[in-house]
């Protein structure tokens, strides 16, 4: 079972390391990278939302699915709990403690999250870690916001409070989101250029969002390793062992909850280090060196931690 997971997966992080050339052999670059990012993320993923949930999504898969986001609140709230209480045991600056709490907590949900779960799981997969990332961001950018800014009051990077906050969750994603459960739910038939090119544009979302992904993993300084090696490790162990297990045990108490339900909430929470952490902490202050190390760190080990939590499910 590992090796079969593995192997679907190892596809998806060559993809990635393809990234990882394309901005060594300065094929990408800053600026593109987050031109890349924000295509993937304005237009690419809402049309993947919107093509898979008003093709697949109904009344009745409603009712199996609707957990899923409480599920997300509450394991990032976990882990935000636990990364709190690890962050005392390094000795690190506030806004360098800042982002170790940020990169244990928050996972790289949507940009890997999505690949994986196309492959292992198909179309249903995908609708389901869309559902789990409406309870995660929630806390993405209210507590992972928060988070970074606390400690990064004089860091100079703007914020514009609750206002910019709500802009932040009105967004091309929720959009898509909305209008694909209008569409499954009501039944309504649209015509097929319209949902074929949804579809093509959609379908962008996967290779695009792993060459982001290899992109920014690629500006990690590898001399910095040694610096933050405790950092790193506690960071890798929060994020990659300690909450998966919690998603395993919790998720087993519910014996109503469908396997493939229970298959998502695992593999979202066994995902690495959010890849945008880099991006976040530009924005909103932080240790961008860390930042850059946790991303590389717990995306590598994510390689053989994420087919073995899917292969106990």
Partial sequence: MFQEIASKTSVLFIVLLIGAAARYKKIL???????????????????????????????????????????????????????????????LPASSKATFVYLATFTNCGFLAIPIANA??????????????????????????????????????????????????????TIGLLCG?????????????LMDSANIIGSATIPLALLVVGSIMSKCDMSKFRQYRRSV??????????????ALFISSLFKDLAPLSRAIIVLQSAMPSASTTPIFVSRFGGDMELASVGVFATTMCSIITVPFFISLL
């Fill in 29 to 91: 670059d800053e600026a593109s990278t987050r031109t890349l990012a924000n295509l993937v993320l304005v237009v690419a993923l809402p049309f993947l939302y919107f093509h898979s949930l008003s093709t697949k999504f109904t009344a009745e898969l409603l009712n199996t699915i609707w957990v899923l986001p409480v599920f997300a609140l509450a394991l990032v709230s976990l882990g935000y709990a636990i990364a709190k209480v690890l962050s005392g045991f390094i000795d």
């Fill in 120 to 173: 292992l799981y198909g179309p249903d997969g995908i609708i389901r870690v869309v559902f789990f990332n409406v309870g995660f961001n929630l806390l993405y950018w209210t507590l992972g916001v928060r988070t970074l800014r606390t400690a990064n009051k004089s860091s100079g990077s703007s914020y514009g409070g609750r206002f910019a906050l709500a802009g932040n969750l009105i967004n091309g994603g």
């Fill in 181 to 193: 459960i209008g569409v499954g739910l009501m039944s309504i038939r649209l015509p097929s250029f």
């Fill in 233 to 246: 490790i506690l960071i890798t162990v929060c994020r990659l062992l300690v909450v998966p297990c919690l």
